[in-house]
């Protein structure tokens, strides 16, 4: 509703950064052609020199949930998704008809407790995870490569993290892909960008079946602003300031008596005693949040809540709820 404090969806800020919106303005003049070549490739680059990669590891995505759209085209045999967390690959690889299982992890969600079926030979998970926030470590990420299997990791909310200590972005292993958003933290849900880190063959096949220009310029020059050392050390700084409002958030949350799920990620999952109570509580009192019981394998009393400076006022609002 008009006003109304958003705590449901993930996008960082309001607007992009004013470097960011003068850098796209800047190229409205050209939307009358189409996207060229040297856009496609300073985009290319820019995202491989961020990561430490050869130009041919890198695929550019109309938004990371682009990478799960295209998942069908590898042609798995089974799948295998670690739950909780995003649901798009399920919607996509069943609409499919690709055979899949949710593998559910019990709280506190460490994929130690994974078991996933040895015929699984596409494995899908985010870290961190969405919703729960669970910052997975790598050596328990790459514990899930198996010979046969292509893993793939979601690290939309990575760059939200200070110092990505967990990422495998800069493997450059035959059997990962890994997904990245810049959507969230630059604030472009209206233009959705994002990018896929993978082995030259997984990347063809991923993109075989994408039309041309499956790109625009706005969406090309974002990806390479955002991927500069300048922009990247701002999102780091932003992480920084996120990871201490999250802390602070999440201990007034736990001061009511609630319990808050352990995670990194931008936001925080938390159980009350009656979840569609207190979100109509809240809506009431022009806050929305995220409900949690269409995540596979979180209880319906959960609900997630994005990291934002004006947490206090969520927080008084929910204690105000819980009397």
């Keep these: 509703m008009p006003g109304e ?22 190229r409205l003049p050209d939307l009358a052609g189409y996207p060229s070549a040297a856009d496609h490739a300073a985009a290319t680059t820019a995202v491989a020199r961020r990561h430490g990669v050869p130009e041919d590891r890198v695929l550019l995505l109309a938004g990371g949930s682009e990478g799960f759209a295209l998942l069908p085209a590898l042609q798995p045999r089974s799948a295998a998704l670690i739950a909780p967390s995003f649901t798009e690959p399920e ?41 729960t926030g ?16 292509l893993l793939v990791v979601d690290e939309a909310f990575a760059d939200a993290i200070p110092d990505e200590p967990e990422s495998v972005a800069e493997l450059q292993l035959p059997d990962l892909l890994v997904l990245r958003s810049l959507t969230k933290t630059w604030s472009l849900a209206g233009l959705r960008v994002g990018y896929a880190l993978g082995a030259p063959e997984v990347l063809a096949r991923l993109a075989a079946r994408r039309p041309h220009w499956p790109l625009g310029t706005l969406q090309l020059e974002a990806i390479a602003a955002c ?10 700084a932003g ?39 207190m979100r109509k509580h809240l809506k009431a009192n022009g806050i929305a949040v995220r409900r949690c019981d269409t995540f596979v394998g979180l209880p319906a009393d959960c609900l997630r809540a994005a990291v934002r400076p004006d ?10 709820g819980l009397r």
């Design 239 to 277: 992480a920084q300031v996120l990871s201490a409002l999250r802390a602070e958030m999440s201990a007034a949350l736990g001061g009511l008596g609630l319990h808050v799920v352990q995670g990194r990620a931008p936001f925080v999952t938390f159980a009350v005693p009656d979840a569609t109570l």
């Design 311 to 320: 947490w206090p006022v969520l927080v008084a609002a929910v204690a105000e």
């Design 91 to 131: 919607a996509v690889l069943s609409a499919a008809g690709i055979p899949l299982r949710q593998v559910v992890l019990p709280p506190p969600f460490r994929l130690a407790d994974a078991v996933i079926p040895a015929a699984a030979d596409l494995v899908v998970l985010g870290n961190p995870t969405n919703p």
């Design 134 to 149: 669970v910052l997975h470590p790598r050596e328990s990420v790459l514990g899930l490569r198996r010979p046969g299997r």
């Design 5 to 26: 404090l958003d705590f449901a969806v993930n996008v960082r800020h309001g607007a992009p950064p004013d470097w960011l919106l003068r850098r796209l303005a800047g």
């Design 227 to 236: 991927c500069t050392p300048a922009a990247v050390a701002q999102a780091r």
